[in-house]
């Protein structure tokens, strides 16, 4: 298993242009979110997803949109790129079961400059 | 909802010494708490998780532990070599779906081991 994979590692983006960051696993996780982590700070949640065709906001939707047309692929789409979007972005998947949790599992990160 | 205090944000120990990183939650029904260990340049990795049902957890040289009445859980590590310096997160769920059960994260606790 590949796990949660994210494409791509690193990217610089001028103001105003739009990009997708990718995010695919095939770990068959019922959930999928995607996290924003700017230098020394913790990770803010941007979207979240519960199932195929099910998305909702977070802490920190503005700028971003999400969708989720299958189990696999959950990409977050940037369109009008400005330099407060320079971070580290990440994608997970988790699989939560009833009520017992198995915890998330991350993508190596996007590193994303916007200049 | 549920908040994730983590202490302390930094933390320096000598190689082979023991190393505590402390978590509070405020939820009384959150019922998951793992632990996530994020190296330089990488995503946030699991290193060792701990349920409701039980009070400690060992691997090798992590433990966790788990006070639920106290609503508090603590990650040690011993015998710390320099590969165990990185940024740790806890976190806390219930378990439930949608927006009421997603981990919520401390801010993180950025170990430094010198050798």
């Known amino acids: 298993n590949a796990g949660v994979t994210q494409t791509p590692k690193f990217r610089i983006l001028k103001i105003g242009q739009s990009m997708t960051l990718q995010c695919t696993q095939d770990?068959?996780?019922?959930?999928m979110y995607w996290y924003r982590q700017d230098p020394g700070m913790g990770l803010k949640l941007i979207y979240y997803?519960?199932?195929?065709?099910?998305?909702d906001k977070g802490e920190v939707p503005n700028g971003y949109n999400v969708s989720r047309s299958t189990t696999e692929d959950f990409p977050l789409r940037l369109e009008l790129a400005a330099p407060s979007q320079t971070s580290v972005y990440f994608c997970?998947?988790?699989?939560?079961?009833?009520?017992?949790?198995?915890?998330?599992?991350f993508g190596s990160g996007t590193r994303l400059t916007v200049v | 909802g549920e908040n994730v205090e983590q202490h302390p944000s930094t933390l320096s120990v000598q190689e082979g010494d023991s190393a505590v990183i402390k978590c509070t939650y405020s939820?009384?029904?959150?019922?998951?708490f793992p632990w996530y260990k994020q190296e330089l340049g990488k995503g946030p990795q699991l290193i060792i998780d701990?349920?409701?049902?039980?009070g400690e957890k060992k691997d090798q040289r992590i433990a966790v532990t788990l006070n639920k009445t106290a609503k508090h859980f603590s990650l040690h590590i011993t015998e710390t070599q320099p590969e165990d310096s990185a940024v740790y997160f806890c976190?806390?769920?219930?378990?439930?779906?949608?927006?009421?059960?997603?981990?919520?994260f401390g801010k993180g606790t950025k170990l430094s081991v010198k050798p």
């Open positions: 939820d009384s029904a959150s019922n998951y």
């Open positions: 997970a998947g988790r699989t939560l079961e009833g009520a017992k949790d198995y915890g998330y599992t």
């Open positions: 976190a806390a769920s219930n378990g439930k779906g949608g927006s009421q059960g997603n981990l919520i």
């Open positions: 701990i349920r409701s049902n039980v």
């Open positions: 997803s519960v199932g195929a065709g099910i998305t």
């Open positions: 770990m068959n996780h019922n959930y």
